[in-house]
């Protein structure tokens, strides 16, 4: 069965880092674009960011640009989302979701283009 897993989560004081990384079971991840994804308490999910298939593009929502950076392994099997600068409101459940994104932009906010994903990993930013 092909799924992606999502590791890394854990609690960290306001300021600091984190780095989650999404794999895949059964499936290569080198011939999909991926999206990252997060549910705080009490909201609906929501697109934060994702890469291009080829790797040409990105795109970042406004709330995480500049502290949050997407990127492949060598092998081009794992996704990481580098987080810095993590602030309380960055608190949730984050999922990783693979889907054929020929190019990065707004619209890979849109969960039904992706076919894979994760259970999800949860972060906790609090002092």
């Known amino acids: 069965q092909r799924q992606l897993v999502e590791s890394g989560g854990g609690l960290v004081q306001p300021g600091g880092s984190l780095r989650l990384s999404c794999a895949a079971s059964?499936?290569?991840?080198?011939?999909?674009?991926i999206g990252w994804f997060r549910q705080a308490p009490g909201k609906e999910r929501e697109g934060l960011l994702c890469i291009s298939r080829s790797d040409s593009s990105t795109w970042y929502a406004d709330s995480v640009e500049g502290r949050f950076n997407i990127s492949r392994g060598n092998a081009r099997n794992t996704v990481y989302l580098q987080m810095n600068s993590l602030k309380a409101e960055d608190t949730g459940v984050y999922y990783c979701?693979?889907?054929?994104?020929?190019?990065?932009?707004?619209?890979?906010?849109?969960?039904?283009?992706?076919?894979?994903w994760g259970q999800g990993t949860q972060v906790l930013v609090s002092s």
């Open positions: 979701a693979a889907g054929p994104l020929l190019e990065a932009g707004t619209y890979c906010r849109r969960s039904e283009l992706y076919d894979y």
């Open positions: 059964k499936f290569t991840l080198a011939h999909y674009g």
